[in-house]
């Protein structure tokens, strides 16, 4: 019968642990799709700017173009001195001031290749981090499912409820429990069952904002829950 019961246990266990993996599957999925929009997005922008790049270098050409026309004028003037001065003058004005455009669109071309430059970088470290939270939470979380008697409740699309046991050494059964409440990527602490004081829960959402590493608030929750019994 103890054998019976142990492989009752453990095909119970089994069965919490391949739903929990379904349910951290479905948010994984949507943090992709989320990631997706935003690849999608600064692809779009990334072609925006690209666009804006081709049409300044196209602005360029053209007042290269008009330089290249103002300095033929400019010597056909000077064939000319006595009777052309004011003219070869005001040339000379529209010459410095074909310089400086042209100067200055040249300067924001690279402005635009150090934006697009670090947007990449920006959307390559987010991939990076994102795939190795996601290994490194769904390790942590299932051995804590198993052995600190830990179970999650998706209660809805951004509201997920963390039910501990095993805490309380005169009563194991008994549950201590933690919403949270997920908002992009901003995290709120929802209902604290038994209440952990506002400072303390006000703290622990603050901390967990700044690492954003679900495992250590786990953790931490656990501990405070820990100190209170």
Do not use: C, W
Not at 146 to 158: H, P, R, S, T
């Amino acid at each position: 019968m103890s054998y019976q019961s142990s492989f009752e246990e453990y095909d119970s266990l089994q069965l919490r642990m391949n739903e929990f993996v379904t349910e951290v599957e479905a948010k994984l999925t949507e943090k992709r799709a989320n990631l997706i929009t935003n690849k999608q997005n600064h692809y779009i922008k990334l072609n925006d700017l690209k666009s804006q790049e081709i049409k300044l270098q196209s602005d360029i050409n053209a007042l290269l173009a008009k330089q290249d026309k103002t300095k033929i004028q400019l010597n056909d003037a000077l064939n000319n001195l006595q009777t052309q001065r004011l003219k070869i003058d005001e040339l000379i004005k529209h010459q410095d001031i074909l310089i400086n455009n042209k100067n200055q669109l040249s300067n924001e071309i690279a402005d635009l290749n150090q934006e697009i430059s670090s947007t990449n970088d920006e959307l390559n470290k987010s991939e990076r981090n994102l795939s190795y939270q996601t290994t490194q939470n769904l390790q942590e979380l299932i051995k804590y499912e198993i052995y600190l008697g830990i179970k999650i409740q998706v209660v809805k699309i951004d509201l997920i409820k963390f039910i501990f046991s095993n805490i309380d050494s005169n009563n194991y059964a008994r549950e201590f429990a933690i919403e949270l409440i997920i908002n992009d990527d901003n995290y709120k602490i929802g209902k604290v069952e038994p209440d952990l004081g506002h400072d303390i829960v006000g703290l622990l959402e603050k901390e967990f904002n700044e690492h954003k590493e679900l495992v250590k608030f786990l953790k931490t929750s656990r501990n405070l829950f820990k100190d209170l019994v």
